[in-house]
């Protein structure tokens, strides 16, 4: 079984991997595949997506039974005394922007008092 999922990636890359995977959701394909046909695929990702992300986990005879490969993610795949995982950055809250402090805008709309509404004279 192999699962590959692409974001912002070219087109033609997409219409390449529906030879042989299915999408099941966008930039989400999934199949079985042959491993030469899965390493001629992960070659045409590292070929054509050349700012886009990649990710491909397929099947393998190991402890997890699966195995994974990344493209241009800031997510890496380490080796951890025989056992694969993802190491993540840790400056993800450096990236997030700042939030203004205090009350929230509708909150601030909701406190301030409304003026009181004109009486409606329609006495014809």
């Known amino acids: ?12 890359l997409r ?13 989400v394909f999934v199949g079985k595949t042959t491993t030469r046909v899965r390493n001629l695929m992960w070659q045409r990702v590292t070929e054509m997506a050349k700012t886009g992300r990649a990710i491909m986990v397929h099947t393998t005879n190991n402890e997890h039974g699966l195995a994974f490969q990344v493209h241009n993610h800031d997510w890496t795949p380490i080796d ?28 601030q709309r909701r406190r301030r008092p409304t003026p009181n509404p004109k009486p409606n004279d329609n006495s014809t």
Request: include cysteine.
């Open 80 to 107: 951890y005394e025989g056992i694969n995982l993802i190491l993540r950055p840790n400056n993800q809250q450096a990236d997030r922007p700042e939030r203004k402090t205090g009350w929230s805008n509708a909150s």
């Open 1 to 12: 079984m192999t699962v590959i999922v692409v974001a912002a990636c070219p087109t033609g």
């Open 15 to 27: 219409g390449h991997f529906t030879r042989w995977l299915l999408e099941i959701a966008p930039g």
